[in-house]
């Protein structure tokens, strides 16, 4: 490999190279990165458990070797399972958030957050609910930047905080605007986005009752003073959407002490238009910054990219949901290595849907060493 450009691999590896390996040195025939390595390759080229994975490392196990020596092979399926038990979630969650902030010229403007559960990863049998994962999402790159397990018996509003300080010990959230569903319009939340010094942008509803009652007559108000409009309509699939944002920075009456940063509210009216039925939603909106109504309505539609860019290629694409790794950390290591593969794949220039994308990795050793290795050229 002498000579050989890259730059973005040597990144991976090197995150990869600073995890820590608990087992004896002299008993390792496997080195840790080594196995980081097969099964983010393997995930990337469409194998979506050990025993494809483990299969793939044999078949190419020289294409493997053209970036670390794996002296004894690849291991089998069953070392495979237990090798990512082992690993620590959370110095393997810090790992791909070091490296996910290293892939950024520059912040992003805007962090969506929300949570997703791996549904067959439950186990009945040891009473293990399934892995419910919070991910922070860069809405402009369509990066995963981190992910937090909740732990048994709660819920989002305690992981938030937690991978909240995580991005920010890793640079990645100071001067963002952070988008958070309704689970998070919470005192605790909206303080500790304001702790890591950036402003907030939550869905309201009837979690925080006195507040959502305020902000929902003020805007029924016929005599309130009038607000800053805008209005976008979307058309496709036989489906007219209509999304018109009334905003107001005028907030000085709010006296909530829960929340005492709140700068704009806003009220979103939704009216969707299908085979001649139309239905219509009303939402509601607070943020810690001045906010126009067009701000605030291309704010609210890239939030839902962490929908459709992240969950749903999560299911349809690297079909999380069928996962039914449940035995030690496995379920929440394999949820950190489809982040990898994801923005490795969703990273490369060419106009290849991420379906076509992985299957040509799986196909074609030379395209996958491009996702691996070519960065932004």
């Not at 590896?13 to 983010?40: K, Q």
């Not at 996910?100 to 912040?107: K, T, V």
């Not at 909530?256 to 219509?280: M, N, R, W, Y």
Request: charged fraction near 25%.
């Amino acid at each position: 490999m002498e000579g050989f450009e890259k730059p973005r691999l040597k990144g991976l590896l090197d995150h990869f190279a600073v995890m820590e390996d608990t087992r004896e040195s002299w008993r390792v025939a496997h080195p840790l990165p080594e196995i980081l390595l097969l099964v983010v390759c393997a995930t990337i080229a469409s194998c979506d458990d050990f025993d494809d994975i483990a299969a793939w490392g044999e078949t190419h196990l020289p294409f493997l070797r053209r970036f670390l020596s794996y002296h004894h092979g690849v291991p089998g399926a069953r070392w495979l399972n237990i090798l990512m038990n082992r690993i620590d979630p959370d110095l393997f969650s810090d790992c791909f958030m070091a490296w996910a902030a290293s892939l950024r010229p520059g912040l992003p403007p805007q962090i969506a957050i929300d949570g997703k559960t791996s549904r067959r990863t439950h186990d009945t049998g040891a009473g293990k609910a399934a892995l419910h994962l919070v991910s922070a999402f860069a809405t402009h790159e369509k990066l995963v930047l981190g992910q937090e397990a909740t732990e048994e018996k709660s819920n989002e509003i305690t992981a938030i905080p937690v991978l909240l300080e995580r991005l920010a010990r890793k640079g990645a959230l100071a001067g963002t605007l952070v988008t958070v569903d309704a689970m998070g319009c919470n005192p605790q939340v909206t303080q500790s986005i304001l702790d890591h010094q950036a402003d907030y942008l939550i869905a309201l509803k009837g979690n925080q009752p006195e507040l959502f009652h305020d902000v929902e007559t003020f805007f029924n108000d016929p005599e309130a003073p009038s607000f800053d409009r805008c209005v976008d309509h979307d058309k496709g699939h036989g489906r007219l959407e209509e999304r018109a944002v009334q905003a107001s920075t005028d907030v000085a009456w709010l006296a909530h002490q829960k929340f005492p940063s709140i700068a704009t509210i806003a009220c979103l009216d939704c009216t969707v238009e299908k085979g001649g039925v139309a239905s219509q939603d009303r939402r509601f909106y607070i943020a810690s910054r001045p906010m126009t109504a067009a701000q605030i309505l291309h704010a609210t539609r890239a939030h839902w990219q962490i929908e459709n860019a992240l969950h749903w290629v999560l299911d349809v694409t690297f079909k999380d949901d069928l996962s039914r790794v449940r035995k030690g950390h496995g379920a929440k290591n394999m949820a950190i290595v489809r982040h990898f593969a994801i923005n490795l794949v969703r990273n490369a220039k060419d106009k290849k849907s991420l379906k076509i994308r992985r299957k040509l990795a799986g196909w074609n050793p030379d395209y996958l060493a491009s996702l691996l290795i070519n960065p932004d050229s």
